[in-house]
């Protein structure tokens, strides 16, 4: 059922969504803004806000973010429908009518959700009974007990082409429903009957973000084909949208579970079963654009967790290009590899499986090493032209990121690094080397490594990313640009002043770069906040240790102009010195190694990079230095 906009806004304008926000979470008024314990997460420090004003509600935790309307739904479990009617009666609006097409619509929708319901009972029943047998066997050959198979309403499909038919006809229920609801095939040629989908096999429902059946998995029994079989799209299910445990999954977000993809239905029954309970699985397909936007309103870094054979490793490229073009600030994949031949399921079996698999997750691989290692592992570097093929793939791979901010960080990891790497290079000492400076050799698989072992590409990563080291110039560039937000920070007056100029800017440490948008954001949402609500804030929002970084005695002690004391000009003029300063640093390291490659290369073509580098230099200063005209 949909509503005219016209109605939704002036819905959202009558409800005061902190006082919706507030029957449910207690919350304290900071500036423009509340704050308090997010009831999406289990938390200690508040990270939860809402924005009155701006009409959302938004946690730094989890990530959870929307309206008043997505509000009641996901802490009530209501419909949008549901939601929408709860609201206005509150305020005493008259909720529109439906049309007619609509209303068929949803009644259809509601009809077929009963279907669903009576299939996945038949098929527990089935189960149970002496025509399942061989299905309980395997469940029971794969160590499930009573409870998992009942918590995950497993079932059996009887070998019989009429058995789920005749068992809902008996329920009234009609054969056109059952058809489109995917679980009967209608025969093209007329006048044959329709028959069950799923035959002789043991079945996984699947269930929407409420807990709805949609659709099924079926594993056959035996060596038929194929040995999987989903439901096809119906008007409930988009098989490249919903995720297998995704509902248990948002139920275990909310107490900081880590997300983990894995390939099967039964690699996410074990690892729910040994105490992970946020593992999903894609049905059946590579892991699509929807189902990562799924993912990220769960965890901020979902971790995917794939075979170490050449497949995974494909499974992992496709999974990268695809999340890429919809990176966005603070949402990411994570990677990680098992051992050959071992799966969840297997390894959970294991005498130590729990910590096995702990220590996996542990060590996940970031996209952006990934991507790195993608490029880098299949390209040479031992000539000119080979440097810059693998220079242009690796800016032809980032120009696909749409957020300006994240792409513009990625470039910057990138240029460092491919500096490093050909700077290590210089020479031909390594001609022979692939193009890596952690020297994994080009094996034939182009990924480097030996196979079945934890190789360079998908080697473990730690918190910061393996390799990706600042040039010299770094440190002068840190204590520049914590400088520039430590006065800002103790000074926010400054704001309006120097706010804009510091927007297009980007910090060479990710760290402070993500401190920077975080103060940036605090002063436009509420330019009247102080420096101590500021410093609060950032905290609570799990910035303090990049805050003790930036209020060190020894960052002071470069730059008394930024403590809180100093008068509002002065600060004002030794912001503007040092901001100066780290831009030309900024132009003078990205120069400098415009000329070491020319200097390597002196074709037409390298001449023209470098001509195009130096008037992008110049752009940049002009657009930077113009503000503060």
């Known amino acids: ?148 198979i009942s918590d995950f309403r497993l079932g059996y499909a009887p070998d019989n082409r009429g058995a789920l038919k005749a068992a809902l006809k008996r329920e009234e229920i009609d054969e056109k429903l059952m058809i489109e609801a995917g679980l009967l095939i209608d025969p093209e040629e007329g006048g044959r009957q329709s028959y069950d989908r799923f035959r002789g096999r043991v079945m996984f429902p699947i269930l929407d973000r409420r807990g709805r059946v949609v659709a099924f998995g079926g594993r056959v029994m035996g060596d038929g084909k194929p040995k999987y079989l989903n439901s096809p799209d119906t008007p409930l299910f988009h098989k490249g949208r919903l995720l297998y445990g995704l509902p248990q999954a948002r139920e275990a977000s909310r107490q900081d ?196 072992k934890n190789d360079h590409f998908w080697g473990p990563a730690g918190k910061a990313v393996p390799g990706m080291s600042r040039p010299p110039m770094q440190k002068k560039r840190d204590l520049q640009d914590s400088i520039l937000l430590l006065t800002l920070i103790n000074h926010p007056a400054l704001h309006d002043e120097i706010g804009e100029q510091l927007g297009i800017y980007s910090c060479a440490d990710s760290a402070l770069d993500n401190l920077r948008r975080a103060v940036l954001k605090l002063l436009d949402d509420d330019p009247g906040l102080d420096c101590e609500t500021i410093k609060a804030q950032l905290e609570r929002d799990g910035l303090s240790e990049t805050v003790l970084r930036v209020v060190s005695a020894d960052v002071i002690a470069h730059a008394a102009f930024a403590k809180p004391e100093t008068p509002l000009e002065r600060a004002l003029t030794g912001w503007k010195q040092v901001f100066s300063m780290a831009v030309s640093s900024l132009e003078d390291e990205e120069a400098k190694y415009a000329v070491r490659q020319l200097a390597a290369d002196t074709s037409e073509e390298e001449w023209e990079r470098f001509s195009h580098r130096r008037e992008d230099l110049a752009r940049r200063r002009e657009k930077v230095f113009k503000l503060d005209d």
Not at 56 to 80: E, K, P, Q, W
Not at 127 to 140: A, I, N, Q, S, V
Not at 271 to 284: C, D, I, M, Q, T
Not at 407 to 423: C, G, H, M, P, T
């Open 1 to 148: 059922m949909s509503f005219p906009q016209s109605f939704l806004d002036d819905l959202r304008a009558r409800v005061g969504l902190a006082d919706v926000v507030g029957t449910s979470v207690k919350l304290i008024k900071r500036g423009r803004e509340y704050s308090g314990l997010c009831p999406f997460h289990s938390e200690k420090s508040p990270s939860f806000t809402v924005n009155e004003q701006k009409g959302f509600y938004h946690c730094f935790g989890c990530g959870a973010h929307g309206d008043v309307i997505s509000f009641v739904m996901n802490t009530r479990g209501l419909t949008f429908v549901e939601a929408v009617e709860v609201l206005a009666n509150q305020v005493g609006m008259d909720v529109p009518k439906p049309s007619r097409e609509a209303q068929e619509r949803e009644q259809k929708a509601k009809t077929l959700y009963e279907v669903m319901e009576a299939a996945c009972a038949f098929f527990e029943r089935m189960l149970r009974m002496p025509e399942g047998k061989e299905g309980l066997d395997y469940f029971r050959q794969r160590g499930l007990d009573d409870k998992t």
């Open 257 to 452: 579970a880590p997300i983990i993809v894995t390939e099967g239905y039964m690699d996410v029954i074990a690892l729910h079963r040994a105490g992970f309970r946020g593992a999903v699985a894609p049905l059946g397909t590579a892991v699509t654009e929807e189902q990562i936007g799924e993912l990220w309103k769960m965890t901020n870094e979902p971790i995917l967790c794939l075979d170490g054979d050449d497949a995974g490793k494909r499974a992992a490229v496709r999974a990268a290009e695809r999340a890429l073009p919809i990176l966005r600030p603070g949402k990411s994949l994570l990677f990680s590899i098992l051992p050959e031949g071992e799966d969840p399921d297997s390894l959970m079996a294991a005498p130590d499986g729990f910590n096995s698999f702990r220590k996996i997750i542990e060590h996940a691989v970031p996209l952006a090493e990934l991507v790195w290692r993608m490029d880098v592992g299949a390209h040479k570097i031992d000539t000119p032209e080979r440097r810059a093929a693998l220079e242009a793939t690796i800016n032809q791979r980032v120009s696909v990121i749409a957020d300006e901010a994240v792409r513009s960080q990625y470039n910057a990891v990138f240029r460092d690094r491919i500096w490093k790497l050909f700077k290590g290079d210089r020479g031909g000492k390594a001609a022979n080397r692939s193009g890596n400076s952690g020297g994994f050799q080009n094996k034939k698989s182009g990924w480097g490594g030996k196979r079945g």
